[in-house]
């Protein structure tokens, strides 16, 4: 992957990833938020701040949530940024990681 279609998926990624997040924010308790090219999303209760973030020297997207970093790489054949360890696309990883805060199945 070169640098021009990393930059490129990765903008698509965490775009696509913040407008599901806002839609799932009205129904439960978080807050999200892109800034410079990062995506934050945060709790009151319990307290926690997850971060997405493109990672372009290593051409990967990193979260970090629940005290751990995910490092998410680039799946040609399933076109989306995909965990090689649980095999969780960027969606579903931010899914299982924001229902396991708010204790509540949250769905993106």
């Given at each position: ?10 903008v698509a990624?965490?775009?696509s ?14 807050e ?22 493109p990672?372009s ?9 629940h ?15 995909v ?7 960027l969606?579903?990883?931010m ?6 805060q ?7």
């Amino acid at each position: 992957m070169t640098e021009q279609e990393f930059q490129i998926e990765s903008v698509a990624a965490l775009e696509s990833l913040s407008k599901k997040l806002n839609t799932a924010s009205d129904e439960h308790d978080f807050e999200s938020d892109m800034n410079s090219g990062a995506l934050s999303v945060e709790f009151e209760g319990p307290k926690a701040k997850f971060v997405v973030s493109p990672n372009s020297p290593v051409r990967q997207v990193w979260v970090s949530a629940h005290s751990r970093s995910f490092k998410l790489g680039w799946d040609p054949i399933r076109e989306a940024f995909v965990h090689p360890e649980s095999g969780l696309t960027l969606d579903g990883l931010m899914a299982d990681a924001i229902s396991k805060q708010i204790g509540k199945p949250v769905e993106l």
